[in-house]
């Protein structure tokens, strides 16, 4: 399998135009239970475009975007760069470059699934303040919606190295149980996603497992796509159940 550091490199763009921020309430209830506002500290790891930073600085953070991937790291910085406490670091799960026990709170969105897991664990104790928070998050679809069981059918026939969505986790996964040594938490929020035509493509192109144009099969992949949204969308627009879920604890 192509190493996860570079797996996005040449969709950065793609990314940051498909991908979707996470749920509002996820970002409310960091705010007002766990003080995730001005003067908390955020390591943000594997964040790619900076979808998740961004509403962390929205909150009023001080983020360190940590992202070994070169293109998507340059959208963030592209994005970002103007905004007060942004701060671009190339680094990864294993090696943040970040100073010992300097964080309030740590996240990985989408992102957790390519780590290496206990490395990641000795980095997030190193880096974190006593008492730090761990936050493991990902936009997850319903699987049982046929939208979703066609997506899947797709990145099947078309994709590169296919394991099933975001690398085959599963509810409670062992890699989730081990990086938290079994102690977490877990909450699901409500995060709908709605495209219009050029949308859906986008984001089906952003995945990882997609061809890229001039590869084979790169038409059939399209047309399967445009296919896929004629079948389900009503009036121009397709909704895709999703929700933001999100495991928590301490490593």
């Known amino acids: 399998m192509k190493d996860y550091r570079q797996r996005f490199?040449?969709?950065?763009?793609?990314?940051?135009?498909g991908r979707p921020s996470y749920a509002a309430d996820f970002l409310l209830e960091l705010?007002?239970?766990?003080?995730?506002?001005?003067?908390c500290v955020?390591?943000?790891?594997?964040?790619?475009?900076g979808i998740l930073t961004r509403q962390l600085l929205e909150l009023g953070c001080e983020v360190y975007a940590v992202e070994p991937n070169e293109d998507m790291r340059r959208i963030a910085e592209r994005d970002?760069?103007?905004?007060?406490?942004?701060?671009s670091v190339h680094g990864d799960a294993a090696e943040t470059k970040l100073s010992p026990k300097s964080m309030d709170i740590i996240t990985a969105a989408q992102a957790f699934h390519w780590f290496p897991v206990e490395a990641f664990r000795r980095e997030c104790i190193r880096i974190g303040k006593p008492g730090c928070t761990v936050f493991l998050i990902w936009n997850q679809r319903d699987m049982e919606a046929e939208v979703t069981r066609?997506?899947?059918?797709?990145?099947?026939q078309f994709g590169k190295d296919f394991h099933g969505f975001n690398l085959g986790l599963q509810k409670d996964d062992p890699r989730i149980r081990d990086f938290f040594c079994g102690k977490y938490q877990e909450k699901d929020y409500a995060n709908p996603l709605h495209y219009d035509r050029a949308g859906f493509v986008t984001r089906c192109l952003s995945s990882s497992h997609s061809p890229q144009a001039g590869e084979p099969h790169f038409?059939?992949?399209?047309?399967e796509v445009n296919r896929i949204f004629e079948?389900?969308?009503?009036e121009g627009r397709l909704e895709v159940p999703n929700r933001t879920t999100v495991y928590y604890g301490r490593p």
């Open 80 to 87: 970002l760069g103007s905004c007060p406490g942004f701060h």
């Open 9 to 17: 490199s040449g969709k950065a763009d793609l990314y940051a135009a």
């Open 219 to 223: 038409e059939e992949y399209i047309e």
């Open 31 to 39: 705010s007002e239970k766990y003080n995730v506002g001005a003067g």
């Open 231 to 234: 079948r389900f969308a009503s």
């Open 150 to 156: 066609e997506l899947e059918r797709l990145y099947k």
């Open 42 to 49: 955020a390591a943000d790891i594997g964040s790619g475009t």
